[in-house]
């Protein structure tokens, strides 16, 4: 029997994760250092974890509310206001999620219908175009690239606006390439989308790790909270990633109706994850500004290095990734990952899975110990050196 036959289109035409098929490698190979997991390499804070078992003890192992816990939601509510400067009603406008990732596919899946169209700036992660599509919509991609740092200019986006568009997806700081927005980019960003009444989903999972500026929050900018979905989570600042739990903040309407969707779908988040994301909103703020620091020593030193070792790499605001080019390699991005993987053992993840934009760079995460980045380095400048030689020699003989 022919299975294939059964499958939806839109899942057939889904191409498989290119940042999996690179872990996926250096998983079948000893000795190698991944600098391409987007995930800190911090353990979570003990407190978070004694939470968690205390949850245990007590018996915490029932469904939640649909939403999350009040508590917990009460102090997200808390901690978006006193972090980020905007107000959100605990029961009626937040919800706990499976990871930020589950937030994310169900803003989408609330707010499109069949065609519409979701401005997306590139290069971005991987999950963005293919959760629009999967819910029915559209994207429709802006680039960038590493003359502006990585920005994507307010007046690109104005120009991708069209009849259907319904809603613009930022992520700042940003995976890939760690750029960052600042409050003046989202002042002129946040004037278009009003202007074109648009809505506007920010994806704010690397908030607290911004290094050289303050965070902005997409809607704490006026006239912009009412027409905001904000994605965040745990995972990345809180150094909570298998503990799956995110949250989605927005108003009412649309959160109610994403809620709808959460309830039959997922039911509700882990319950002991969300004690121990309560108590990692109430007493994990050290750890996470001692995280913060190392995040921003390894980054001063990768990017300096990568620079000196001939990967010129503008300094990152924030996130934990670099997004070097790798141009005077000679290769493709997917080349180039491939071929410093089999013969260097090093793993990162080439750009061009991020969109076009993305095609000359590779991404590597800095969340490693200063050892394994040093080590990683070395490997990278022996690995270019070889393909400077073989570029020259290859000329001579041109030449010649």
Request: glycine share 8%.
């Amino acid at each position: 029997m022919d299975s294939s036959r059964f499958l939806s289109a839109s899942v057939t035409e889904l191409k498989p994760s290119g940042i999996r098929k690179f872990f996926d490698l250096a998983a079948s190979m000893e000795g190698v250092i991944s600098l391409g997991v987007g995930e800190p390499d911090f353990v979570t804070s003990w407190s978070v974890r004694e939470a968690c078992i205390l949850s245990l003890e007590k018996g915490h192992t029932a469904y939640s509310a649909n939403a999350g816990l009040m508590e917990l939601r009460e102090e997200i509510s808390f901690y978006l206001d006193r972090k980020f400067h905007v107000n959100y009603e605990a029961e009626r406008e937040i919800l706990v999620t499976v990871g930020a990732s589950q937030a994310l596919d169900l803003a989408l899946r609330t707010i499109i219908n069949p065609g519409d169209e979701v401005i997306i700036p590139e290069p971005c992660f991987v999950a963005y175009g293919p959760l629009v599509k999967l819910a029915g919509g559209i994207p429709v991609y802006v680039s960038s690239n590493s003359n502006n740092g990585f920005k994507t200019l307010p007046g690109q986006i104005e120009k991708a606006i069209t009849q259907n568009t319904k809603a613009v997806l930022i992520c700042s700081p940003s995976n890939p390439t760690g750029s960052m927005l600042s409050r003046k980019d989202f002042e002129k960003i946040s004037n278009i989308i009003k202007q074109h009444d648009l809505l506007a989903i920010s994806d704010e999972i690397y908030a607290e790790l911004s290094y050289d500026e303050e965070f902005t929050s997409l809607a704490s900018l006026e006239g912009m909270r009412e027409r905001t979905i904000t994605i965040s989570g745990f995972s990345k600042g809180f150094a909570m990633t298998g503990w799956r739990l995110g949250f989605a903040a927005a108003p009412a309407p649309l959160l109610q109706a994403m809620l709808k969707i959460h309830q039959y779908s997922m039911m509700c988040a882990p319950t002991m994850s969300q004690h121990a994301a309560l108590e990692a909103l109430r007493n994990g703020e050290e750890d996470v500004q001692r995280m913060k620091t190392d995040y921003r020593r390894r980054r001063n030193y990768f990017v300096r290095s990568l620079n000196e070792a001939g990967f010129p790499c503008q300094t990152p605001g924030g996130a934990f990734y670099a997004f070097p080019s790798i141009e005077y390699s000679g290769l493709s991005s997917e080349e180039f990952a491939e071929q410093l993987l089999l013969e260097e053992k090093v793993a990162v993840v080439p750009g061009i899975v991020f969109g076009s934009s993305g095609e000359g760079f590779v991404r590597c995460s800095y969340a490693s110990s200063l050892s394994q980045l040093e080590e990683a380095l070395k490997r990278m400048a022996s690995f270019m050196k070889r393909r400077q030689h073989a570029g020259a020699q290859w000329k001579t003989l041109q030449d010649f």
